[in-house]
């Protein structure tokens, strides 16, 4: 099957190879004229009856063959085939010479068919070679010469009809011919030729690779047993040199073309000039130099292709059969040229040849549809040269038709598919009409499904799939196409050899489709492969290959992308650098010129915007201008240009202040928003950023009409569908900026619809690494308090509660959807459900995207169910407020401008708002550096450090931030100090609000976000009346609430006193803390402990499936780069978050965690409660215990004894709701013992 970008391939690198005998003996014509004259004088002068009329008659009819094999003419041919088969018709069935005359009549028929194309003579000639066969004795000296002609007859049908069964019959024959022939017998050369025939037929068919590895054998067989002064030696070095062709396209071994280059090359030598061969070495000499060119690009080898191609051409008369063909070799030559070279005139050639070719093809003849394929071909490139509509219109009808004279099952049946979805696909990208595309794609499925496994051309059939999946992704934006493309691509790179030649361009393609997978879901590694697949091509590719600009274009993206990912200028420089050459070494005249122009323009953008450097700004500008003004004005990347022009010129506006500037962009913006079709994935952001040019121009002239505009674009911008879930979020942000400043009542709308992406924008099938990135990079928790702020002023605060929930630990509420309970459905969906959200949850599965997709088809069946219409939507405020049926929760939200409080008082009425009027953001953050300081000088088993961190009422300075002695208090004076600001500016507003609600005491959650996270809230109270707790979301809460209780009541203990961790202190305290709670949980009770070596990752695995309970003490470390690193440190290994998020625990109640910062989370990520209590919780426990930071070690045993003493004392059944008291009353006695604020406080209490 043909490349994509080659129309014959076949014919011109895979030629038919010629069956053997010399076509003539060196006799002139003028002896068989005599020899013609005399044997009819003869044949007249004789009776029919005569004994030796026939004999006669077949002398004749052998001599019009001899000269027609010299003379060409086609009148000889249909003479002799007339005279033989007289000769036959008169032979008796039982005639002992019927078979040999049978097999003269055969071969004639061969030739005719071969010269004229009739299907009857083929299918004439294969039936007379089966009698002549079955009438010859097996014994008979003359059976392997009619075998061997029988195979050739098969091949020939083969050839025109595909037939399989014809092939694998030729090979037997063929076979069983050399079989029969003695070693030196004179034609065993040229029957083992004939073998070498069949099995190329048959491994072009099939692709096995056994069948051409012994068609090299015996070639190179059949050129050792011939003499070099024999007339078909050089027809058999030809041979030879084909198979070593066909063998080099398989596995892309050099050496085996340029054995096929040296052996046709000495066919030539040895074939006189005027030798009527002479036109088809030179024919096959010129393969070999354009196979070359093709792997090697260098165009001396191309030039040597077209040349000869035009000698063979010359030599070829008029009316010869081969004259198409060979017209139809140069054309591809021709065309590779220009594609080389940029000549107009040579594609201007290969068309005149082309329609040559197809005028002197036969309208019946099996090689019409090739010829008409490879004229579409021409009219294709001169399509995309002149973007002439009628050329493209040209080339899909002549595909059409070529695919139309082509047999169901022949053999190139899928070689006329795939050139009818090229041209489709060539006439989608120049006119955008979608279903061009999906026709294509339709063909080339069809095609895919028809090649078999391991042929050779099934790693062509998957790229040119992949492209056009790949096409469709970048019009409709739907991941599955691209996931589709990538799985191909990676199939046909697998199946390409290392070292063959189309292996650079599947690496490129897939390099760019793994590239356009990070633009959509942003995983940098997905980048970082991008680029190494890209960098690999490149080097692969020659210096002077055409398709190395655009594989440095290529590049040069990826290096602009990894620069607006990590900003390392090198990555930038690296850009323009692979930019400039590729632009370089792009003709003038190029139809790509445009598109390297405008590429080259990114990186000089991206750089001024870096260093700030006017000229970069001008060179992008320049750069677009020439793009734009060499791109047709029907082109599909009119738009995009357009686009890319009217940045520039936006940017030069803001440097430069000149209003031309600023209207040419207004007006390229909109060119570009009216060029761009509804379905495009660029919609949205041309939107976009026509709306950002009419708000600057909406600040200068206050134009009513620009505000309405602004507000239409916006909108439409956030609402195409096949934009990405990012380009949603920054359109919507845009808005909202816009809507702050001059239209505020936008606000809610706008967060609203903002807020409903995070489900897409944070992809549930990505790693929760992947999607803390995204959470970091589009500062996700800013947002959230931005939105907050805005719609307290705005709206009720029920909406502001519903927004609040769907901002606040994203991750963290998916980790708790997949482990959502799912009672009341029926059972099969109940199972599927829970299977495919585990699969998900464990992120084990290389198939995620089909793991999401089945997990979102089966949500959608769950939520036809009564009862389920809302299952997992964004819940409503009547649903969130019964977070609060046990106690009220307090959210409480930082922002620059303000810092506020929202109460949701019980399960029935609305939330409260408390403003804090004296708190602001940087006081927060300031309390929030005397935490951070006492955690980074605290670890259990280490004493509290003398003085925490410098601290006073208002902001602090760097160096009485880090321990200078001017004004230092003692660390209980500032926790005190801390504790009462904390105290009076923000607990006690909360507290005299819910008083005057009724409220007075009992349980009592905080919702802490952003700069309010971690701070110990729970302590400032003097004298309080409050069980206190801490949550990450209404949604957990609920989510504990719903779960019912396990009914297993076995607690399993884990203490680890030493770990091989570097630098983890030895914990004096945890074997008595082990044994005060073994000594206080007894019978009844299933009490498993696990000490010292016995507490090995894969022991506290086990328990925390088996247990309701567990106390976990011993070392922890929290990760703040990667939080679900986070781990506790047991004997021989650690037990990370990631892992302990990945398992089922379906009997979870709750964990005490007593290790170092088990409350702490990522300062980044402070709405993610990713520390390891949050964990715990997201994992499936209903209630943690655990420490902002460590406690004291002689501490443990005491709260632990406590804690379990009016859990499990006195016979009682514990519940899971009494561990925030037991916690309370531990505290409460830890504190009576007068130890100081870094003991007590650090242990909270988490869900419910």
């Known amino acids: 099957m043909k490349q994509q970008d080659s129309s014959v391939a076949k014919e011109t690198g895979l030629g038919q190879v010629s069956h053997g005998g010399s076509p003539g003996s060196g006799q002139n014509m003028q002896e068989n004229v005599t020899e013609i004259e005399s044997l009819q004088q003869l044949v007249e002068q004789t009776s029919p009856g005569h004994l030796y009329y026939p004999e006669y008659q077949m002398q004749l009819g052998q001599a019009f063959r001899s000269r027609y094999n010299k003379s060409d003419d086609s009148e000889d041919l249909q003479a002799a085939v007339r005279v033989f088969q007289a000769v036959v018709d008169l032979t008796p069935e039982d005639h002992p010479d019927r078979a040999w005359r049978l097999q003269n009549l055969a071969i004639s028929l061969v030739e005719r068919y071969q010269r004229l194309g009739n299907l009857q003579d083929i299918e004439a000639a294969v039936q007379h070679h089966q009698q002549a066969v079955k009438l010859t004795p097996e014994n008979h000296p003359d059976k392997a010469g009619r075998l061997q002609d029988l195979a050739i007859s098969l091949i020939e049908r083969y050839r025109r009809l595909g037939n399989l069964q014809d092939i694998h019959a030729a090979v037997q024959h063929s076979q069983e011919a050399v079989k029969l022939t003695p070693e030196n017998h004179p034609d065993k050369a040229g029957r083992l030729q004939e073998l070498t025939i069949s099995l190329i037929e048959m491994y072009r068919r099939l692709g096995n690779l056994q069948d051409i590895e012994a068609a090299v054998q015996h070639s190179q067989e059949a050129v050792r047993l011939t003499p070099e002064n024999h007339p078909d030696k050089a027809r058999r070095l030809q041979s030879l040199a084909i198979s070593y062709t066909d063998r080099y396209h398989k596995l892309g071994n050099l050496q085996d073309l340029e054995a096929a280059l040296q052996y046709n090359q000495e066919a030539v030598k040895l074939t006189p000039e005027n030798h009527p061969d002479r036109a088809e070495g030179l024919k096959s000499l010129a393969v070999c130099y354009a196979d070359r060119y093709r792997r090697l690009g260098n165009h001396q080898d191309l030039g040597a292709a077209v040349q000869h191609f035009q000698k063979a051409v010359k030599l070829t008369l008029e009316d010869h059969p081969d004259k198409a063909v060979r017209l139809q070799c140069l054309v591809v030559c021709l065309i590779e040229r220009y594609r080389w070279l940029g000549n107009l005139q040579d594609l201007e050639s290969a068309l005149q040849y082309e329609q040559e070719a197809v005028k002197l093809t036969p309208e019946d003849s099996p090689d019409k549809a090739r010829r008409l394929e490879s004229l579409a071909t021409c009219y294709t490139e001169r399509y995309q040269r002149l973007r002439n509509p009628n050329d493209i219109e040209a080339a899909v009808q002549y595909h059409q038709q070529a695919m139309k004279l082509t047999p169901e099952n022949h053999p190139e049946q899928v070689e006329r598919l795939q050139s009818v979805a090229i041209s489709l696909i060539q006439r989608y990208r120049g006119l955008g009409n979608l279903q061009d595309l999906e026709s294509a794609l339709q063909y080339q499925q069809e095609v895919v499904k028809l090649i078999p496994k391991d042929h050779p051309d099934e790693a062509v059939g998957l790229q040119s799939l992949a492209v056009s999946f790949s096409d469709r992704y970048q019009r409709l934006g739907n991941l599955q196409d691209l996931e589709q493309a990538i ?492 504790l009462t600001w904390l105290w009076t500016h923000i607990v006690e507003p909360v507290y005299k609000t819910l008083e005057s609600h009724g409220i007075c005491g009992g349980r009592l959650w905080w919702l802490p976000t952003g700069a309010f996270t971690g701070l110990p809230l729970h302590a400032c109270p003097p004298n309080d009346h409050f069980i206190h707790s801490y949550t990450a979301t209404l949604g957990s809460l609920l989510e504990a609430y719903n779960k019912s209780s396990s009914g297993i009541d076995k607690l399993g203990v884990v203490g680890v006193t030493q770990t091989d961790s570097q630098g983890a202190n030895y914990l004096y305290g945890v074997g008595p803390e082990v044994e005060s709670i073994l000594s206080t949980v007894q019978e009844p009770y299933d009490v498993s402990c696990f000490q010292g070596d016995q507490a090995t990752v894969g022991a506290v695995k086990t328990q925390l499936q088996n247990c309701s309970w567990l106390h976990l003490a011993c070392h922890g470390t929290q990760n703040l780069i990667q939080p679900t690193k986070s781990c506790l440190l047991l004997y021989g290994g650690n037990l990370e978050l990631e892992t302990i998020l990945q398992m089922p625990l379906e009997n979870a109640e709750v964990v005490f965690l007593a290790a170092c910062q088990t409350a702490m989370g990522d300062s980044e990520l402070v709405n993610e409660s990713f520390h390891l209590g949050g964990g715990f919780i997201a994992a499936g426990f209903r209630g943690a215990i655990g420490t902002l930071w460590s406690m004291q070690d002689q501490d443990g045993p005491l709260v632990a004894k406590s804690v379990y003493s009016y859990l499990f004392g006195n016979g009682r059944q514990p519940q899971a709701t009494d561990a925030a008291e037991a916690l309370h009353l531990a505290v409460k006695e830890l504190r009576q013992r007068n130890v100081s604020y870094e003991r007590w406080v650090p242990f909270i209490h988490m869900g419910i």
Request: proline letters at 4%; one cysteine or more.
């Open 487 to 978: 799985k191909h691509l990676q199939e046909a790179v697998r199946l390409t050899p290392e070292n063959h030649p189309e292996k650079v361009g599947r690496l490129q393609c897939l390099g760019g489709c793994v590239g356009d997978r990070y633009q959509r879901l942003g995983n940098i590694q997905d980048l970082e492969l991008a680029l190494q697949y890209k960098q690999e091509a490149v080097k692969l590719t020659p210096e002077n290959h055409p398709d190395k600009p655009g594989r440095l274009a290529s590049l040069g993206n990826s290096f602009i992308a990894r620069y607006r990912r990590l900003e390392n200028l090198q990555d930038l420089e690296a850009a323009v650098q692979h930019h400039q050459e590729a632009v370089k070494l792009t003709p003038e005249d190029s139809p790509d010129k445009a598109g390297r122009l405008e590429s080259l323009g990114t990186p000089y953008t991206d750089r001024y915007q870096r260093l700030g450097n006017h000229q970069d700004l001008e060179k992008a500008v320049q750069h677009y201008q020439e793009a734009v003004k060499l791109t047709p004005d029907h082109h599909r990347a009119m738009g995009g240009r357009l686009h890319n022009l009217a940045i520039s010129f936006s940017m030069r506006y803001e440097k430069l202040g000149n209003l031309q500037d600023l209207e040419a962009a207004v007006q390229h913006y909109q060119e570009a928003v009216k060029l761009t079709p509804e379905d495009h994935p660029d919609k949205a952001v041309r939107l976009q950023y026509l709306a950002d040019s009419l708000v600057a121009r909406y600040k200068i002239f206050q134009n009513p009409k620009d505000l309405q505009d602004i507000h239409q674009y916006y909108s439409l911008s956030f609402k195409v569908i096949s934009s990405t879930p990012e380009e949603s979020w920054e359109a919507a942000l845009h808005w909202e900026a816009f809507a702050a400043q001059f239209d505020p009542t936008y606000s809610i709308t706008v967060y609203l619809a903002a807020f409903s992406l995070l489900p897409e924008l944070l992809w549930i099938g990505h790693s929760i690494s992947v999607r803390h990135d995204l959470l970091r990079r589009l500062d996700i928790s800013k947002v959230t308090s931005a939105a907050i702020k805005s719609c307290i002023k705005l709206s009720p605060l029920t909406s502001v509660v519903e927004i609040l929930e769907q901002g606040l630990a994203t991750t963290f509420q998916q980790m708790l959807q997949l482990k959502t309970a799912i009672d009341g459905l029926p059972d099969e969906q109940a199972q599927n459900f829970k299977q495919l959200s585990m699969k998900l949850y464990s992120e084990g599965s290389d198939d995620s995207m089909s793991i999401v997709n089945q997990r979102n088809n089966l949500l959608k069946e769950i939520r036809k169910q009564p009862g389920f219409e809302f299952f997992l939507l964004p819940k409503s405020y009547s649903a969130l407020c019964q977070a609060a049926q046990q106690g009220p929760v307090v959210i409480l939200n930082s922002h620059k401008e303000s810092c506020d409080g929202i109460i949701i008082l019980d399960s029935t009425s609305d939330p409260v708002h408390v403003a804090f009027s004296n708190v602001t953001l940087d006081l927060l953050h300031s309390h929030s550096v005397v935490l951070k300081g006492l955690c980074g000088h605290r670890v259990r088993g280490q004493p509290a450090s003398a003085v925490l961190f410098g601290y006073k009422e208002g902001l602090l300075s760097s160096q009485e931030r880090f321990g200078h002695r001017e004004g230092l208090l003692s660390s209980k004076e500032r926790f005190a100090n801390m």
